[in-house]
């Protein structure tokens, strides 16, 4: 995406022309890397997001509502101290560069009135939230950082806050842009753009010679036109080409975000309210995803781990089994030897003789140790015989036992990307403790953290509920649904627990067809165009034998074939 000075500088503007005067009622920290603002501006309500994760960095307005960790963190109870029921003066880019400045008047505990700054570095990896006091220096900030030899900066409370390294032109710096121009000597116009003018990337240079309608092989160049067109883009928001809007793939999703119709791209666009809705459109979902990665990273890797362990207990154990086989075989060795000790002696390598337990009666080799007498070598075999008679019913459990595991632990991979709220997360941690997959708990479930709850859709004045976990999965299906009540699976795909309750009614085909959609969504068949669902009654759905949560059997089950559906626009807060 094009998040370059360009589109930075619209967006602060147009930030500006909307939360100018608001005043800041509530500061969160939902992320270590992310703070929300919410602020009263002009008699409406505004979150304000802030994130310097180095994947993801943005600075928009949101709809989006996320989980707060129980304890601030002590970068926003820092915020909060000065900040809250502070007033937005300004909102500007700093520095010409990827740096947006929001200006707050804020009151002391002794009721003086002062001035804060807080500063939001979109700089990629380097990106960074700094509160500054009015001398600009250094209060907090969300990444403290010693001394980095990459910025030459230091990012420490006390420490007076310097702007990064600039090597390039700057965009105000007309007569050095022109000059810059008319060194051009030819080859790619693009990339001799980016290289030497600050904050401009690659697809604005290219959209900046299209709209300059400049033919790059001629030299000279038609200098001032360039140049004015620069000047147009780097002012865009109060220019009439300002149009925010996302670019849009075949498929409906958006791709991209930009501050106009990029005409030098071949892209379809579709125009967006303003420059946040855009940004918040191809961000969000990545954003969702990615957190969701990293808070479940040491849940996917205890998964992946029991998963490995159990594929390798199940493969020896099958080693063990085809050895198994072979105790027949060696039964008849012993008997065989010892139909024929009159004929053996000591040192004799192999016994060729009729095997009479063959129907043609054909001629067997049984290989034999010369260094035992045959007598030995038969008790061998019958030894070799009973302990693997003895090993075989114990193998074929530990078998049963692993591939059960391996379903189970599939189950819980599954429901992972179902589970993105704390308390969610948890319950899965706790699932894998309970089996050994986890020898000691991460985290510890506080006290003001509610109870993980199922997803819930209203359809056709039916409630249907979706389990996001076997916790989830066995609660629903076993305490909290009726026995009257329809239940639904996917049959022959791991996937959730799925309810209807129909309150003593008999729902029409279409509820069953919806709620179907939604279990075959929550499956690991979602991909596929056509998923078997099977339904039930509730009392008709017993516990799996071996204990394990979510496990069930169950029978008097119909099955319905549906294209998976994830319905959100039913479903409940």
Known sequence: MPNDLVTLKALSAELDDTLKGGKIEKIYQPEKDEITLSIRSKGQKYNLVISANAQNPRIHL???KKE???????????LRKYLSSGIIENIAIFGEDRIIDITIISKTEMKDIVNFHLIAEMMGRYSNILLLNSKYVITDAIKQVSFDAATKRCVLPSCEYKLPEQTKLLPSDTNGIVNLLK???GGDLAKYLTSGISGISFLTAEEIIYRANINTNK??????KIAQTITTFFDIFNSDIYSPCTSIANSGEAMDYFVTNYNSQNMTYKKESSLSAAIECLTQKKDIDERHREKAKHLVNAIKKYKNRNEKKLQKANEKLAECEKMDEYKKYGELITSNLYRLKKGDEYLLCVDYYHPDMKEITIPLNPQYSPSKIAQDYFKKYNKLKRTLDIIINQIDETKEDLKYIDTIAQTLNNCTLSADLYQIEQELFNIGAIKKMKTKMPKSIKEGSPILYEYEDYVIAVGKNNFQNDKLTFKTANGGDLWLHTLNYHGSHTIIFTDGTTPPDNVITFAAEVAAFYSNGNQNDKVPVDYTLKKFVKKNPNG???MVTYTNQKTA???????KEFKKD
Do not use: D, Q, R, Y
């Not at 030299?219 to 001032?224: G, K, S």
């Open 183 to 185: 060194e051009f000597k």
């Open 561 to 567: 074939f549906v294209k998976p559906c994830a319905h």
């Open 62 to 64: 949101t709809s989006v």
């Open 219 to 224: 030299i000279p160049l038609n200098v001032e």
């Open 548 to 550: 394990k949560l979510g």
């Open 68 to 78: 707060n960790p129980v304890t601030a963190p002590s970068f926003c109870m820092h």
